[in-house]
Each structure stands twice: as structure tokens, then as C-alpha cells.
């Protein structure tokens, strides 16, 4: 650092965030909540306000008083080392936000904290710096083939050139968790659904470069939203499904705010959409789940946006579903743990914060814990493992609405 | 001049409670400039570069952020106003003692600012010749509301030193930022109570005589305006600013 220059710039923090800093009182409330610090052991660097007390002090000793008045007080490599760790160590579930008693923005204050130290050259951390690489290369994570998008697609699934709906498959159901692609396009067929894919013009939503704080690297994230946004123009489609809440998520927050402008069509995740179509009464189901089913609400389709209840619906109203909460639900729900990067980043922390909430349904000992994530599945049934319960199901709710309609989905072979 | 806002004496002045007044008020601007500046820094939109460090910028951003809609979470500026700045629901929601003991403080606080403010308005109305109410008259007429909303504020602070001593998780959490904000409360309130208690004779006096009455009001008021004023920019005080901005700029929060 040259004497007289700043140890960290405000690049990506808004002026607003840097006032945040200054409105947390230390109340404490986001560290009894926090599911990472809580998973870690209690590192007291995890804790949401410890963050943002670091983060303050680095801004004080760079643009404060002091710094205008004798030049910038140098923060030493190690200290922002270590503050990288702690601030990547966070699911970005915005638990802390919604606690926050002063109103603070966590999730994007994190983000952007992150996309901060990514631009300083000290983020992301470890594997998370794959993502850049393989979407640039690949147009998603998984460093598969963009023209096998479609390989999952049984010979029985019907899709339309062109349709009012447009099924955004997403990279995690399309290459790993196909059962969720298959369960959402044999529903969709078997209502009546005419629905359009994008195929290998599909770019990833890229949720986990901005995530982890590298949406402005190399425009990637802002390139892969417009070849989405524009695929999907030229398709015609006006309504976009969802059954991954980390696209959903990504495209209804993040792709108007990386394009500057709103979209022309709009966003529905399948949970919304079966809420509706059941409350048409156009839904007739045709067996029976008879199971005890709890609900896990991802944080990317619930803190961060808002939707609570129709996947509530869904699964109230499927035959033989016998619903149970869990204590720490809606709102107030605990992260499954995978979200943030953490999950390629730091597993173990991933691992432990899972297992949490899998003890969290255990509680309430029902046969299947469901959700309306690939990533929540992933991670909830890595913690189910860890524990050794297996006796629970941890499955999609889309996954249970095909098989109260009776489809099959024994012939989906998941690598 | 004789100065009636609780002291008396030929000693103090009105005058000199208003050049003191005013250097309170010129650290307070100095240092809330300088916070404006050092906000400033920031970008103006999500993702953007480092800005040149003017409290134009920190203004303009804020204003944008007021104007721009929630995707899920967001309520009109009057909803978030009364509820989550003027009620404090957040903090209600997540902790009734906590929120008991910031709401005593708070309105303790702020009315016997806007108490403090009445009187010094009807003095300067008398000093340039309006004689619409009698600052001595209006002084006794104010009595009872202060000592109402000063045990409020006492009630409040005393809950605070209670948590920061006996809570152990807060006890163990608390840093020199936390308890400089605590102290300087409590100096407040005490050398308020003393202040009047010395002047009326009463059980806050502690039978000191009266006419140590004067520099005890006087230095009550020095410790008042630094602490309720010019120490607010540099110091945990800030978040009276910044916590209602904070949750304005994100329509209550989520």
C-alpha cells in the first residue's frame, strides 16, 4: 500500500450500506440467530455484527476522522485475510437482516462486501473461484456441455417450440438433480401445460458468482442475464417457471438490477404457479402420498423473496399429506446451510448447519422433509446422511406433486 | 441577563449558554459532515465504483434508495415512520425488556430535548422583546414534565446498566463503543437529577447548599450538550442518525 492511500476503496458499497455500518447498535440479535456462527462453534469472527464492527473500523481508518486529519491507517493483510474468511463464511440466508432491529440490508451488505474484496483481489474463497471460469466456459458450473442442457429430457416429455410458459430448468436440475427437471416437466405435461426450454441458449443464472460476490467480474453474470433475458424474448414466452429458488431468486432480484431494466416477462416459481392452479380446481390428483410432511423453507424463495405460503398450499392440499411445521419456520427459518458459496467454499461449515436443521425436523419426526431447492436437497440430505437418520425423505415438493398425480419418476437416473 | 433554562446566577449568562451551545452544535456539524463525506465514499448504485467522498453523494444515493421499490419486503415512509422509528416495533418484536428500556430512553430523551427546546425558544422570544409567556412562569410550568420524563429516561438507563452488568452475554459482548455511549448517559442523568436537586433542596441534592446550585446546572449542561450533541457524529451515538435513515432507506427493513 502506498503511504497515504487507502488500505480498502468503497468500490460495490453503496453510500447508503456505508451508513449501515454505522446504525448497527450491537444489539446482538443477528448473533443468536445466525446459523453459521452458531454451526461453527461460535466463532465469535462469524458474528454478523462483529462483521460489520471490522468493516466500520476499516472504513474509519481509511476515510474517518483520523484518516483525514493524518492520512489512512494501514489494515494489515492478515486482518483483511481474516475478515475474508469470516465474511465468506455466510450462507447469506439473511437471518440477520430480518432480526436486524436497525433495518440493516445484511444479505446485499454481505455481497457486496464481498464483491469488495473479489475487486481488491482477496475474494472469493477457495473452490467458488471455479464459478467465473466454468460459466465463461461452459455457460454453467458443472463443466458440462451447454448443448447437452437437454440430455435429461425422456422420450415421453412434450416440449413447445413456443409457449406462454417457459420452463427455466436452471443448471443444478439440468445436469445433477434431474429428478426435479423430470417431476416439473411430466406435471407440467400432464396439466395441460404447453411450456418452452431454452436449452443450450440456457445460461446459468449465474446466483452463485453473485453470490460470492463476482457479479461485476468480467461482465459475466450481466452477459449471462442478457443471453437469458434476450433467449427467452425470442421465444415469445411471457410467463417463466421456476422450480430452483436459486434461479428464481437470481431472475426476479438480481437480472433487473444487473441489466437496469425491468423485465418483459414475468417470474413464477412452480410452487406459485400449483397454488393457483389449485385454487382453480384444475388439479385433479390421483393417489395418495399418506406421509408426514414437513416443510423447509429455502431462503432464496422465502427471506429473500417473500414466498411462504404457496408451497404451504401445495402441499396441504395433496392427498393424503399429513402437514407438520417446524419450530423455526417463514421468516424466522432456519438456512439449510448450502447458499453463500459455503457449500462449495467450506463444507464442513455447509455440513454443520444442515444437520441442524435436519435435527430441527427430526423434532417433529416426519417421514419426508421437503422443500423447493436443489441446494436445500443437497445439503439437507448430505446432514441427513451425517446423522444417520435415515429414515427420512428429504424430497422437492414438485417431486410429491407428481407422485400425488401419479407420474412416474422411477426412470430418472441422477449422476 | 439572567438565563433560566436551570441556572441562575449572575455567573452564567444567556450569552454564554448560547456560545456554548453553538460550539456544541458546530462539532456536531463538523462531525456529521464528515460522517456525510465518509458515506459519501460509497457508490451510488449496487455494484458501482467508489465515489469522490462528498455528502452530495451519500444524499443523492439515499433519495434513490427511498424511491426505488422493495421486491417484497416495503411500506409507505409514514408506516415505517411511526411503526419502526417513532414505535420501534423491530426491536419490540424480537425483545420486550430491550425495546422497554430503548422506548424510556428514547422518549425520556427526546422530550426533554423538545422540553429544552420550548424553554430556550420562549427565551429568545423575551430577549428580543416578545413577551408572549414569562420564561421564569414557563420554567415552573415545565417543572412537572421534566421530572416525569427524566425518571422515564432514569428507568431506562437503569435498565441498561442492568443488562450490560448482570446479562452475561451482553456483559461478555460489550466493548468500549458500547459502554462510552452507557456512561455518557448515565453522567447526563445523574448530574441532571444532582443539578436540580441541589437547586430545589430536595433528596437529588444530597444536602449540598444551594449555591453550589449554579456550576452544578452548569456543568450538567456541558456534559448534556456533548454527550446529547457534539459527541453524536464521532461516537455509538451516531446510530440515533443513521439506525431511523438505515430503516427509511430499506422500508422498514425486511
Known amino acids: 500500500m502506498a503511504k497515504g492511500t487507502p488500505s480498502i476503496t468503497c468500490d460495490n458499497l453503496t453510500a447508503v450500506q456505508l451508513m449501515e455500518l454505522d446504525a448497527c447498535t450491537r444489539c446482538g440479535e443477528c448473533v443468536k440467530w445466525c446459523p453459521t456462527y452458531d454451526a461453527s462453534g461460535q466463532e465469535p469472527g462469524l458474528a454478523p455484527r462483529d462483521k460489520i464492527l471490522r468493516w466500520r473500523e476499516f472504513m474509519n481508518k481509511s476515510y474517518g476522522l483520523r484518516a483525514r486529519l493524518f492520512g489512512p491507517k494501514e489494515i494489515s493483510d492478515e486482518e483483511i485475510d481474516l475478515f475474508k474468511t469470516d465474511v465468506y463464511s455466510c450462507t447469506t440466508c439473511g437471518m440477520c437482516g430480518t432480526v436486524c432491529e436497525s433495518g440493516i440490508n445484511t444479505i446485499e451488505l454481505w455481497e457486496c462486501m464481498r464483491a469488495n474484496l473479489v475487486e481488491r483481489g482477496n475474494g472469493p474463497y477457495g473452490k467458488q473461484n471455479m464459478f467465473l471460469k466454468l460459466i465463461t466456459e461452459y455457460h454453467n458450473p458443472y463443466m458440462m456441455d451447454p448443448k447437452a442442457r437437454l440430455d435429461w429430457v425422456p422420450p415421453d416429455v412434450t416440449i413447445a417450440d413456443k409457449a406462454e410458459y417457459l420452463y427455466f430448468g436452471g443448471c443444478t436440475a439440468e445436469y445433477r438433480q434431474k429428478k426435479l427437471a423430470f417431476a416439473t416437466a411430466r406435471v407440467l405435461n400432464k396439466l395441460g401445460i404447453d411450456f418452452c426450454m431454452l436449452g443450450e441458449d440456457e445460461w446459468c443464472c449465474c446466483s452463485a458468482l453473485i453470490r460470492t460476490g463476482q457479479h461485476e467480474k468480467e461482465e459475466i453474470a450481466r452477459r449471462a442475464a442478457r443471453a437469458n433475458v434476450e433467449a427467452i424474448k425470442k421465444t415469445g414466452a411471457t410467463k417463466i417457471l421456476y422450480a430452483c429458488a436459486g434461479c428464481y431468486r437470481t431472475s426476479i432480484v438480481d437480472w433487473p438490477r444487473l441489466l437496469g431494466e425491468e423485465l418483459p416477462f414475468e417470474i413464477i416459481h412452480i410452487a406459485e404457479f400449483l397454488e393457483d392452479l389449485i385454487k382453480q380446481d384444475k388439479i385433479k390428483w390421483e393417489a395418495s402420498v399418506d406421509k408426514t410432511v414437513t416443510y423447509h423453507d429455502p431462503c432464496h424463495l422465502g427471506r429473500h423473496v417473500g414466498i411462504y405460503d404457496p408451497p404451504r398450499y401445495v402441499l396441504d392440499n395433496i392427498p393424503g399429506v399429513k402437514f407438520i411445521e417446524m419450530d423455526r419456520i417463514k421468516e424466522n427459518q432456519r438456512c439449510c446451510g448450502a447458499g453463500g458459496g459455503v457449500k462449495a467454499g467450506i463444507p464442513d461449515l455447509a455440513l454443520g448447519v444442515a444437520e441442524t436443521r435436519v435435527q430441527d425436523a427430526l423434532k417433529k419426526n416426519p417421514d419426508i422433509l421437503s422443500s423447493a431447492c436443489p441446494f436445500c436437497k443437497r445439503n439437507l440430505s448430505d446432514g441427513r446422511d451425517s446423522l444417520g437418520a435415515k429414515e427420512l425423505e428429504v424430497e422437492d415438493i414438485i417431486v410429491l406433486v407428481a407422485e400425488a398425480l401419479g407420474i412416474p419418476l422411477d426412470d430418472c437416473v441422477e449422476t | ?254
Open chain 2, 1 to 254: 441577563m439572567e438565563y433560566y433554562s436551570g441556572l441562575s446566577g449572575e455567573a452564567i449568562s444567556f450569552g454564554m449558554m448560547m456560545i456554548i451551545s453553538f460550539i456544541a452544535l458546530g462539532i456536531f456539524a463538523h462531525g456529521m459532515i464528515i460522517n456525510m463525506n465518509k458515506w459519501g465514499f460509497g457508490a451510488t448504485g449496487y455494484g458501482g465504483r467508489q465515489s469522490k467522498g462528498s455528502f452530495i453523494v451519500f444524499l443523492k444515493t439515499f433519495i434513490s434508495y427511498l424511491r426505488k421499490e422493495g421486491v417484497h419486503h416495503g411500506q409507505p415512509i409514514l408506516t415505517t415512520l411511526v411503526l419502526d422509528i417513532l414505535l420501534q416495533r423491530r426491536i419490540l418484536r424480537r425483545n420486550p425488556l430491550r425495546w422497554f428500556m430503548h422506548i424510556t430512553i428514547f422518549v425520556g430523551w427526546m422530550t426533554l430535548f423538545v422540553l429544552s427546546f420550548t424553554m430556550f425558544f420562549f427565551e429568545i422570544l423575551h430577549l428580543v422583546g416578545f413577551e408572549i409567556l414569562d420564561p421564569a412562569s414557563l420554567r415552573e410550568m415545565l417543572a412537572y414534565p421534566n421530572t416525569v420524563f427524566s425518571y422515564i429516561l432514569l428507568v431506562g438507563v437503569v435498565i441498561a446498566v442492568f443488562r450490560r452488568l448482570f446479562i452475561t452475554d451482553v456483559r461478555e459482548s460489550t466493548i468500549a463503543y458500547d459502554s462510552i455511549l452507557l456512561l455518557g448517559l448515565v453522567i447526563v442523568v445523574v448530574t441532571g437529577f444532582v443539578s436540580e436537586g441541589i437547586r430545589t433542596g430536595g433528596f437529588w441534592g444530597f444536602g449540598i447548599e444551594n449555591p453550589a446550585a449554579p456550576p452544578a446546572a452548569f456543568f450538567h449542561v456541558i456534559v448534556s450538550l456533548f454527550f446529547c450533541i457534539a459527541y453524536i457524529p464521532y461516537s455509538k451515538y451516531i446510530h440515533v442518525i443513521a439506525t431511523p435513515l438505515t430503516i427509511l432507506a430499506n422500508k422498514g427493513g425486511e
